[in-house]
């Protein structure tokens, strides 16, 4: 299962869609480091009469301050994102085992005869005696067949797009920040903060468990669409076609 998708800024092509990514940590960041500013101004004043910075150099150390902040708050929605989904995973997994409505069409004597085609002897399901009892052994073995090829057709493609993922992570990050905020500051008697804080955070945490929870229980391909990229597959290997089972 793909409980913890890859989450990664592309300095590689660079263009013009993600230089916002540089700038995704001054979001959460901004938002703690201002909000302890604005409610703390002396000690505010007095670090930077301690460090005896200049006007530009409290700039420039503020910039990096927010920036680090930024980055600690992502690294902490990704740590609680990502537990409580490996733990939601674990409960679902073993109170109510997800099961993919895909037995009809794993069942096809199309999707079959290519995956048969695809996977060769050694690997094809023996044909079950007939006659046979519904949902016997070899529907079973065909079954996880048809789960496991789509991860293979889909290899290098992410459950969720990473720009997504990126941008709800920092949204929970800010929630964080937040919720830091009322517990941390004199915000604490403006309950409408914590409701904000709150929201934010599930609303940011609800689309990677979101996703992984329609991963685990539905197919990312339609039956055609997967059954034409397993095609696709077998003749980019150019492999000679194997004497199959039905």
Known sequence: MALLPEIHVNFGQLAFERIYQLFLPFVPGSTLVSGLIITHPAYAHTIAVTLELGRY????????????????????SIFITGNCTILLGFIIGKKWPPRRQNLVPSQSTIFRRVASE????????TPTQ???????????????FYNVLQDYVLRGIAVAPNEALLFFYYLEATGWSLLYLYFRSPLRGHWSVVVLSISVIFLGATFPIGSNYFYWKNDRLTPWDFIARLINEIRSRGGTPNSTKT
């Open 118 to 125: 695809f996977l060769g002897n050694s690997l094809t399901p």
């Open 57 to 76: 150099s409290r700039f420039a150390v503020l910039l990096c301050i927010v920036y680090i902040v930024g980055l600690l708050l992502y690294g902490f």
């Open 130 to 144: 007939l006659p046979a009892p519904a949902f016997t052994g070899n529907d079973v073995e065909w079954q996880d």
